[in-house]
């Protein structure tokens, strides 16, 4: 596999800001991937050192946790909740639409790059199942037709 | 000039508050109306949102579901004046729903500015605070456990006696070959700063499906429980506070940062706390998507930067904690209820509520539910006055016919349960879970072996795989479930089924092997006929 491209500027600065935090690992981790969208794999040996690990102990932890990624994801990411309170009110129907609309499946990424697709389990917005939530933002009492909707504006101010 | 407002909690905005709220500023300019927009957080009357508010004389007015379009509208009919509109639900606080709770802990919810610490001091806030910075610490602990208030995290275990062991357990001097836990510990940190100490974590994970009071309070009153953790800092002897926030809930990271930087900058949380030279400080963590971090061994783990394995117990988070050292692990609606407690005293509190169950439960209502919402109540109220007198049955109009109680590892439970009082003790007693107050509403259409399914798949997903009935077991569950739904060998897969479950239950380290068995057997023995069983329910 071909390494992609990442800025390793951003890793090191992360690095150095948080490395002396009591606990420094995830903080780091999160930086990386608020900075740059994943960890890259060629990232583990650097983040090992600055915090006295092996790397394995650098990769369980990111192979643990379901937030973080080893590779980039789209423009955006969509996570939708897959469980009970959206299930009793039609996330299953919704989630095949979803599929079917992207062409795409869960930890998958659109062709054009413009969306990720990842399931979650619950987002705390249960009084308004079903949900999702796109980037850092959530959707509630969504129907096939509102995603429609949302992910149609997307694309136009993506484009 | 006129007050409006418009929430910012994450659940208002995905129905649109933002665009409402800037409807109603680009409305008022244009008709050269001087507003003062207000941000507060949610009431909880979730179907009403966006529910926009308007200060009169008279007191708020509440104006919900409002979309962008209907905003012109208002502002013809007079709704700055509180003046009637379809829309309008009449008084805040006289909606049967609101007015009908008993609201200790989500007092200023929905009223206040969230991140505004004067907005905090004008109701009675840091008023607990005060009173705790003249007791001693063992009288600061005396006042919670006379309150009786028990961990809403979901075990339900007394805060006050939690309290007490880590204030009778001194912190250790970490030596130079530190244990594993404190390796990521500042190494060039000065001496002030360095071990011993003891530690409060928040336990901010609320992994739990169907709840979300503790997402609600970090959104809409932060400062309570920046509050509740100082105190417990003052009580045990605690300089540091960690709030674990999962990732999922970035608003809340946003709120709390913000009020922390007020407190700090006020002189309510620091090295001199309002010049009574106690220290606390508060940091938020964040979590990384793994439901099993929200136990607290797993969380402590995963704030020192490792996997979240779930530790044996004992010893016990009191006795040696986060970087080994005596820590309170609390959840957010816990810490967050101690401030009126140390403001009207344990007692006020201890004389809400029924038996064992002191004080008031933030209850979740979610799921195929007409008005789902957020209701605060004394312990005892039963279920079935949750549903349909707050809830007002199911949403699709069709009958109700399974909730579950208490997150993802709570029983299903069905229609001839729905009078059990909400209480701790009388959950336990039918083989149901209180739990968090979270309630997930289903309606007839609902297919139980589906569910059922579900639950040892999520198990199975979110195992953190330290024991193997957790982490074979569900998977194997998952299985034997298709080969019921695929009527293949049903009777001996069905006794396979209740046995993985007593395995799970008797041999699992923690709560999510151990509890996946009460959502699956509860489906089983109260809907037996989705399972193609036609025999009556058969107690576990
Ligand atoms: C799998 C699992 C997940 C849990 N998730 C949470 C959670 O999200 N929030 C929480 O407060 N407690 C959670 N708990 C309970 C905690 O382990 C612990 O009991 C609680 O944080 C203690 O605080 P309390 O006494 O104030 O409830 C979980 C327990 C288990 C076994
Ligand atoms: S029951 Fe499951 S989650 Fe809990 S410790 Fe065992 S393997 Fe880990
Ligand atoms: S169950 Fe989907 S948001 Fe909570």
């Given at each position: 596999?071909?390494q992609t491209e990442w800025d390793r500027d951003a890793v090191t600065e992360v690095i150095e800001q948080k490395k002396s935090m009591p606990g420094a690992l995830l903080p780091i981790l999160h930086g990386i991937q608020d900075r740059i969208g994943f960890i890259p794999e060629d990232a583990v040996p650097q983040i090992a050192k600055a915090l006295n690990l092996s790397r394995a102990e650098v990769h369980g932890v990111i192979s643990f946790y379901h937030y973080f990624r080893t590779t980039p994801p789209?423009?955006?990411t969509?996570?939708?909740?897959?469980?009970?309170?959206?299930?009793?009110?039609?996330?299953?129907?919704?989630?095949?639409?979803?599929?079917?609309?992207?062409?795409?499946?869960?930890?998958?990424?659109?062709?054009?790059?413009?969306?990720?697709?990842?399931?979650?389990?619950?987002?705390?917005?249960?009084?308004?199942?079903?949900?999702?939530?796109?980037d850092h933002?959530?959707?509630?009492?969504?129907?096939?037709?509102?995603?429609?909707?949302?992910?149609?504006?997307?694309?136009?101010?993506?484009? | 000039?006129?007050?409006?407002?418009?929430?910012?909690?994450?659940?208002?905005?995905?129905?649109?508050?933002?665009?409402?709220?800037?409807?109603?500023?680009?409305?008022?300019?244009?008709?050269?109306?001087?507003?003062?927009?207000?941000?507060?957080?949610?009431?909880?009357?979730?179907?009403?949102?966006?529910?926009?508010?308007?200060?009169?004389?008279?007191?708020?007015?509440?104006?919900?579901?409002?979309?962008?379009?209907?905003?012109?509208?208002?502002?013809?009919?007079?709704?700055?004046?509180?003046?009637?509109?379809?829309?309008?639900?009449?008084?805040?606080?006289?909606?049967?729903?609101?007015?009908?709770?008993?609201?200790?802990?989500?007092?200023?919810?929905?009223?206040?500015?969230?991140?505004?610490?004067?907005?905090?001091?004008?109701?009675?806030?840091?008023?607990?605070?005060?009173?705790?910075?003249?007791?001693?610490?063992?009288?600061?602990?005396?006042?919670?456990?006379?309150?009786?208030?028990?961990?809403?995290?979901?075990?339900?275990?007394?805060?006050?006696?939690?309290?007490?062991?880590?204030?009778?357990?001194?912190?250790?001097?970490q030596?130079a070959?530190q244990p594993i836990g404190t390796r990521n510990a500042p190494e060039g940190g000065s001496a002030k700063d360095a071990l011993p100490e003891k530690y409060i974590v928040c336990n901010a994970d609320?992994?739990?499906?169907?709840?979300?009071?503790?997402?609600?309070?970090m959104?809409?009153?932060p400062?309570?429980l920046i509050?509740?953790m100082?105190?417990?800092g003052?009580?045990?002897?605690a300089t540091q506070g960690y709030i674990y926030l999962r990732v999922e809930y970035p608003h809340a990271d946003v709120a709390l940062n913000q009020a922390i930087a007020a407190a700090l900058e006020?002189?309510?949380l620091g090295d001199?706390?309002?010049?009574?030279?106690?220290r606390f400080h508060v940091e938020v963590r964040l979590g990384a998507g793994a439901?099993v971090c929200g136990?607290?061994t797993a969380l402590m783990e995963s704030i020192e930067g490792k996997r979240g394995m779930?530790?044996?117990?004992?010893?016990?988070?009191?006795?040696?904690g986060l970087f080994g050292q005596?820590t309170?692990v609390?959840?957010?609606?816990?810490?967050?209820?101690?401030?009126?407690?140390?403001?009207?005293?344990?007692?006020?509190?201890?004389?809400?509520?029924?038996?064992?169950?002191?004080?008031?439960?933030?209850?979740?209502?979610?799921?195929?539910?007409?008005?789902?919402?957020?209701?605060?109540?004394?312990?005892?109220?039963?279920?079935?006055?949750?549903?349909?007198?707050?809830?007002?049955?199911?949403?699709?109009?069709?009958?109700?016919?399974?909730?579950?109680?208490?997150?993802?590892?709570?029983?299903?439970?069905?229609?001839?349960?729905?009078?059990?009082?909400?209480?701790?003790?009388?959950?336990?007693?039918?083989?149901?879970?209180?739990?968090?107050?979270?309630?997930?509403?289903?309606?007839?259409?609902?297919?139980?072996?589906?569910?059922?399914?579900?639950?040892?798949?999520?198990?199975?997903?979110?195992?953190?795989?330290?024991?193997?009935?957790?982490?074979?077991?569900?998977?194997?569950?998952?299985?034997?479930?298709?080969?019921?739904?695929?009527?293949?060998?049903?009777?001996?897969?069905?006794?396979?089924?209740?046995?993985?479950?007593?395995?799970?239950?008797?041999?699992?380290?923690?709560?999510?092997?151990?509890?996946?068995?009460?959502?699956?057997?509860?489906?089983?023995?109260?809907?037996?006929?989705?399972?193609?069983?036609?025999?009556?329910?058969?107690?576990?």
């Amino acid at each position: 596999m071909t390494q992609t491209e990442w800025d390793r500027d951003a890793v090191t600065e992360v690095i150095e800001q948080k490395k002396s935090m009591p606990g420094a690992l995830l903080p780091i981790l999160h930086g990386i991937q608020d900075r740059i969208g994943f960890i890259p794999e060629d990232a583990v040996p650097q983040i090992a050192k600055a915090l006295n690990l092996s790397r394995a102990e650098v990769h369980g932890v990111i192979s643990f946790y379901h937030y973080f990624r080893t590779t980039p994801p789209g423009k955006r990411t969509i996570h939708l909740c897959r469980a009970e309170s959206c299930q009793a009110m039609e996330s299953e129907a919704l989630e095949a639409h979803i599929k079917a609309r992207l062409g795409i499946g869960y930890h998958e990424t659109t062709a054009d790059g413009a969306f990720s697709l990842e399931p979650v389990y619950c987002l705390g917005n249960c009084a308004c199942s079903p949900s999702m939530m796109i980037d850092h933002e959530v959707h509630g009492r969504v129907t096939p037709q509102s995603f429609d909707a949302i992910i149609n504006e997307l694309k136009e101010i993506a484009a | 000039m006129i007050t409006v407002y418009v929430p910012r909690d994450s659940s208002a905005l995905g129905l649109g508050a933002e665009r409402v709220a800037n409807a109603i500023q680009v409305e008022a300019a244009k008709r050269g109306a001087a507003i003062n927009l207000v941000r507060n957080g949610s009431r909880g009357l979730y179907w009403l949102e966006p529910m926009v508010e308007v200060a009169t004389p008279a007191g708020r007015v509440a104006y919900g579901p409002v979309q962008p379009g209907d905003v012109p509208g208002l502002f013809d009919a007079g709704f700055l004046e509180g003046k009637a509109h379809p829309l309008c639900q009449g008084p805040t606080e006289e909606i049967p729903y609101l007015k009908n709770q008993e609201r200790l802990t989500f007092a200023r919810v929905g009223i206040t500015d969230p991140v505004s610490l004067d907005d905090y001091l004008a109701h009675e806030g840091y008023r607990g605070l005060r009173n705790a910075l003249g007791l001693e610490p063992a009288a600061i602990v005396e006042e919670v456990t006379t309150s009786g208030l028990r961990g809403r995290g979901g075990a339900a275990f007394p805060t006050g006696i939690k309290w007490k062991t880590v204030l009778n357990t001194p912190a250790k001097h970490q030596s130079a070959g530190q244990p594993i836990g404190t390796r990521n510990a500042p190494e060039g940190g000065s001496a002030k700063d360095a071990l011993p100490e003891k530690y409060i974590v928040c336990n901010a994970d609320e992994g739990d499906s169907g709840t979300f009071s503790d997402r609600m309070i970090m959104e809409g009153d932060p400062f309570v429980l920046i509050e509740g953790m100082t105190i417990a800092g003052l009580a045990v002897g605690a300089t540091q506070g960690y709030i674990y926030l999962r990732v999922e809930y970035p608003h809340a990271d946003v709120a709390l940062n913000q009020a922390i930087a007020a407190a700090l900058e006020a002189g309510y949380l620091g090295d001199d706390i309002l010049g009574s030279g106690k220290r606390f400080h508060v940091e938020v963590r964040l979590g990384a998507g793994a439901y099993v971090c929200g136990e607290e061994t797993a969380l402590m783990e995963s704030i020192e930067g490792k996997r979240g394995m779930v530790r044996f117990k004992p010893p016990l988070p009191a006795i040696e904690g986060l970087f080994g050292q005596p820590t309170v692990v609390n959840n957010v609606i816990s810490l967050a209820s101690v401030p009126i407690i140390l403001d009207k005293g344990g007692k006020y509190y201890a004389d809400y509520g029924m038996g064992r169950s002191r004080g008031t439960l933030p209850l979740q209502l979610a799921g195929n539910v007409k008005r789902p919402g957020l209701i605060e109540k004394a312990f005892g109220m039963t279920l079935r006055e949750l549903l349909y007198d707050y809830g007002g049955g199911s949403a699709s109009g069709r009958p109700i016919r399974a909730v579950q109680v208490g997150g993802p590892l709570g029983s299903y439970m069905p229609e001839s349960q729905f009078d059990t009082p909400l209480d701790y003790e009388a959950f336990s007693a039918i083989w149901a879970v209180l739990g968090h107050g979270g309630v997930v509403v289903f309606d007839d259409t609902v297919d139980m072996a589906k569910m059922a399914r579900y639950a040892m798949e999520f198990c199975a997903i979110e195992s953190c795989g330290k024991c193997t009935p957790c982490r074979i077991g569900s998977t194997r569950g998952v299985e034997v479930i298709d080969r019921i739904i695929d009527d293949q060998d049903r009777a001996k897969n069905l006794a396979l089924l209740r046995d993985l479950g007593d395995t799970m239950l008797a041999g699992s380290l923690c709560a999510l092997g151990g509890m996946t068995p009460y959502p699956v057997l509860s489906a089983l023995n109260h809907f037996p006929e989705d399972f193609g069983e036609k025999s009556v329910a058969q107690v576990a």
